[in-house]
Nanobody, 124 residues
């Protein structure tokens, strides 16, 4: 059984940085394309970033470009989301997700496995 566990959220001031970590167990990590999503109350879950199995290809939401970096360490079964220059609008629950899809994993429906989420709060 595949398990997805996020960590690293917290309360920070605007302009600060955070690094979220996601660990996969139950299946060979390198099989998965990985993604990060976020959700605020009353809104749908939105795509933040994705990284393909090899780690050589990434995609970002416009809101994340230039500030967030997704990376993976296949030897550690881990994917990271480095978030810099955080803004109050980045406040959300951040979810890590995994899929066996090779291409085009940009929407919630593309992913098969989800973590429980980690809260990120950015104060002004």
């Amino acid at each position: 059984q595949v398990q997805v566990v996020e960590s690293g959220g917290g309360l920070v001031q605007a302009g600060a940085s955070l690094r979220l970590t996601c660990t996969i167990s139950g299946r060979t990590f390198s099989s998965f394309t990985m993604g990060w999503f976020r959700q605020t109350p009353g809104k749908e879950r939105e795509f933040v970033a994705t990284i393909r199995r090899s780690g050589g290809s990434t995609s970002y939401a416009d809101s994340a470009k230039g500030r967030f970096t997704i990376s993976r360490g296949n030897a550690k079964n881990t994917v990271y989301l480095q978030m810099n220059s955080l803004k109050p609008d980045d406040t959300a629950v951040y979810y890590c997700a995994a899929t066996l899809r090779i291409n085009g994993a940009l929407s919630e429906a593309d992913y098969d496995y989800w973590g429980q989420g980690t809260q990120v709060t950015v104060s002004s």
